[in-house]
């Protein structure tokens, strides 16, 4: 199994974060399985403020690039990404148009 964290801003708009977390708490069902079916195991996000947080636990053979096809193949996904776009910014120092970014892990405990 592997570990990734990645991390994201929102619009800092108190009704968007609202909206935002209202879609999340009622996921398409396409979303789900469509993170399911890409070797995501487990999959959570967490917020403070306008900055979330996402720790994804995946299947070794787990591919951010297979990933990505799959989405782009799949028109539910691509209507998802679409209406949460409204709700997200990028972080500082990203990448034009780059969304969820990968964290670097610099401390562990063990």
Request: net charge negative.
């Amino acid at each position: 199994m592997k570990r990734y964290c990645l991390a994201l801003d929102l619009v800092d708009d108190a009704e968007l974060i609202n909206a935002y977390e209202e879609h999340h708490r009622n996921v398409w069902p396409a979303i789900k399985k469509s993170i399911s079916d890409s070797g995501i195991l487990q999959l959570e996000i967490y917020r403070f403020a306008n900055r979330l947080f996402m720790i994804m636990d995946t299947s070794d053979d787990f591919s951010f690039a297979a990933k990505a096809a799959a989405d782009a193949a799949n028109p539910e996904v691509q209507e998802w990404e679409r209406l949460m776009g409204k709700y997200q910014q990028t972080l500082p120092g990203t990448k034009t148009g780059e969304k969820w970014v990968l964290m670097d892990r610099i401390f562990s405990l063990k």
